[in-house]
């Protein structure tokens, strides 16, 4: 039994996605069969994905927000709460913490959201161009994968990017051209996943949000996660490698356009939004008055009592 059978219907509309760009390709002047039609069928498969994924990019930005402003206020409970072990203080901690969280309307896994939805077309993508070489001679546990079939599996196969084919893994070719072009590939995935994540955090998120141990976790994942493609990347078809690098720039131009829009308050990103429309005023004559930024709001703990005032003594 396929213990991955639960993805074949993310691999068929996988498949449907690819062949139908690909007709598309051909219909507007490319060639049929193998070529470039099918490399382009894999960036048109990036972007239908993400557009499907806009309002849940959104979704994210606000969660993420969420997380950046309740940064002093989390801070200030592990400080309320830091060295106390009893079970109660650790319940109390972590019910405040809750409450955090649902003020703010965020979540600690909002930013992992998209990539973990992306997860499953990301493996269905690797079975479906995995599969092309034994589709195509006939020895595949299906006929077909929707619409690639024998004879398109086989023309899918025989496609390249300058001199790999989409089913190449740098561990299972002897070509040295294709594993330089696989090379390219993975550093691109990994170069692209390194800067998506830092334009994020560098220059997304306020002061505050930039210090404490989830900052600090943070600042790890920005530098594990590549890592981690680096390594894997050598066991990745070239196609997937096509498709994880297109997808790392979509998410830059789109966080780009975002940052840029819609700054998070108290960034980076918000200071030079601030800059260059005071700039644009003052060419204009238009004096525009500073906003002081938001102070974060005081921990709410036991109430303070009334220090009382010391008595004159009496002559």
């Not at 390709?25 to 994905?49: E, K, N």
């Not at 720039?249 to 308050?265: C, D, E, H, N, V």
């Amino acid at each position: 039994m396929d213990f991955f059978a639960f993805l074949y219907p993310i691999e068929w509309v996988v498949a449907w996605i690819m062949y139908g760009s690909h007709t598309l390709f051909t219909t507007l002047g490319l060639a049929s069969g193998p070529g470039i039609a099918w490399v382009l069928s894999i960036v048109a498969l990036v972007i239908v994905i993400r557009i499907v994924m806009i309002p849940l990019f959104f979704k994210q930005i606000k969660a993420s927000r969420g997380m950046q402003m309740m940064q002093p206020e989390l801070q200030a409970v592990q400080k309320k709460y830091k060295g106390k072990t009893d079970p109660a203080s650790r319940e109390a901690m972590t019910r405040e913490t809750m409450e955090l969280y649902k003020k703010h309307g965020t979540n600690p896994f909002a930013s992992c959201l998209p990539i973990l939805l992306q997860s499953p077309v990301f493996f269905a993508l690797f079975r479906v161009l995995n599969s092309l070489q034994a589709i195509s001679e006939g020895e595949y546990s299906r006929d077909s994968i929707g619409p690639i079939d024998q004879s398109v599996a086989s023309d899918i196969e025989s496609s390249t990017l300058f001199g790999a084919q989409l089913s190449d893994i740098f561990m299972r070719t002897d070509d040295w051209l294709a594993r330089g072009v696989i090379l390219f590939l993975i550093v691109a995935m990994s170069a692209t996943t390194f800067f998506t994540q830092r334009q994020l955090t560098m220059k997304n998120m306020p002061k505050a949000a930039l210090e404490g141990p989830m900052a600090s976790t943070q600042k790890m994942m920005l530098y594990v996660l590549p890592v981690i493609f680096l390594i894997s990347g050598v066991n990745f078809p070239v196609g997937v490698l096509i498709y994880w690098t297109v997808t790392n720039l979509w998410s830059m131009g789109q966080q780009f356009y975002t940052i840029k829009r819609m700054p998070a308050p108290g960034s980076e990103a918000e200071r030079i939004l601030n800059e260059k429309r005071a700039a644009k005023a003052a060419a204009k004559g238009i004096v525009v008055e500073e906003q002081p930024a938001d102070e974060p709001e005081k921990p709410r703990g036991q109430r303070q009592q009334p220090k009382r005032k010391s008595r004159q003594k009496r002559k």
